[in-house]
């Protein structure tokens, strides 16, 4: 990313997909690394919350490498990954999630109106160039009474909990990103953050997009967060 660690807005598609090009091959193995192998238990979270169960239908927006979507196979369900990063799609085709992909924006997702029973998105929100777009979006795809569930960092609300989770995430994945994939791409993963709303404006977002019964979790001593809720009938 030109410039810095943040692009500009008009830039911030292109830079963000790029990016995860550069980066798909090593993926899988930083997420592990960066979280202690935790990103597993926060996943399966995902779509306990989401209720997903054998026949639905699951849209797994930015599915990335495909961990969310595999997940939601294994309990039977159906399951359309979108992303507009090839390499990240290449790399969940080869683990299983074949037919079932679709390269495209978050924005603008490839998917009929009121067709999916869930639709989960997993660290992703602080790359989109907006996300009321994207809950627009969500909403479209959903049957009424569909589940929502968004999976993305947070910052812990303990001070001391707080200090240790910045100097982690600011300094040593970094540190991590440089010996081990790229410094510029994982200098920018901490200073995304700005991106991110407030849980709170994540859950007003949600009632303007028309969903209801929503809520926030923590986990990860609070520094990740799920924020769900379900499409208005
Ligand atoms: C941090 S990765 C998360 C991948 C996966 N959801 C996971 O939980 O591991 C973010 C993913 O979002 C994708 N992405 C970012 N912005 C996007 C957009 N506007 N449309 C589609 N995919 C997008 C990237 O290509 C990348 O694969």
Redesign the pocket.
Known sequence: MAGGPLPAPAEK?AA??DM??RI?PG??RM?GLMTAGF?RAW?RAVIELAAVGPGDRVV?????????GLLATTVGASVVG????AP??EIAAGRGLGGRLSR????ELPVANACADAV?????LR???SIPP?LAEAGRVLKPGGRIVL?EVATPTNALVRFCHQVYFNRVVPLLGALLAEREAYTY?PHSVVYLPTTVELLEMLAAAGFERTGARRLGSGGIQLVYGRRRS
């Open positions: 598609a963000v997909r995860f090009d798909a993926y899988d997420n990103d996943r797994d927006v930015a599915c990335g490498t495909g961990d969310l979108v992303d507009f990063s990240m799609l495209a924006d978050a924005l989960t998105c997993g660290f992703a790359n989109f160039v994207f999976l993963l």
